[in-house]
């Protein structure tokens, strides 16, 4: 008998997902479709696994913004860190055709001493592969971190996105709130360090 391959590790318990109530959600997804049956059977909606860096996760996060050469190595460890933190929630979809991940998104929780020690959610990270767009798996893996953050008690998520994204997050429930939706930033030159 040759060596059993390692058991690859999920970032977070993947039967959360299993609890989304896409009901809940104000999106419209036309024809309808959730994280358990995202519309093809060689979809699949899930946490990320160690085994994303050899199925294109960085790949894919390129195409958000500059990822930078990681080697498995240090994915491995940035992994291990997010999973034994538990605040972290990265979401994939993976066509099952190619085992490749051709979106996802990330909802990083954030605890608070404000409004009775509570957790507020962050969207960050959301992308989906170029030639997988404009099939309603932007809005899906969005629409899915946004209802997993609300199973795991946050009290609001907010994001930051350009301009011209702000109608698909309206569609998704996002709200511009008067007077409160600056976005600020000022940049370092660190670079991993902590
Ligand atoms: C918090 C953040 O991370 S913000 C960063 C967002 N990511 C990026 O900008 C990376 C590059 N872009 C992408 O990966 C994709 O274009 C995404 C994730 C923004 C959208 O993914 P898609 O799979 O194409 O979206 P999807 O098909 O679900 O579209 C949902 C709706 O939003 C609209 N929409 C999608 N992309 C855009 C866009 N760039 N500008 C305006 N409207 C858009 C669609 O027309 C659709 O409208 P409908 O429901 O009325 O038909």
Known sequence: MGAQPEQELFLYDP???LKLDFYRSPAKFNPPITAVAPGEPWLKVRPLKTGDYRRGFLQSLSQLTNV???SEAQFLNRFAEMRAKGD???TVIEDLRSNKIIGSATLVIERKFIHSCGIRAHLEDVVVDDTYRGKQLGK?????????AEVLGCYKMSLECK???IPFYRSI?????K???NSMTL???NQNRL
């Open 15 to 17: 039967s959360l997902l």
């Open 68 to 70: 930078g050469e990681i």
């Open 88 to 90: 972290y929630y990265v």
């Open 140 to 148: 899906l893996i969005v629409v899915t971190v946004t209802l997993l």
């Open 163 to 165: 301009d011209k994204l």
């Open 173 to 177: 429930g996002y709200v511009d709130e």
């Open 179 to 181: 007077g409160n939706s």
């Open 187 to 189: 940049r370092y030159a």
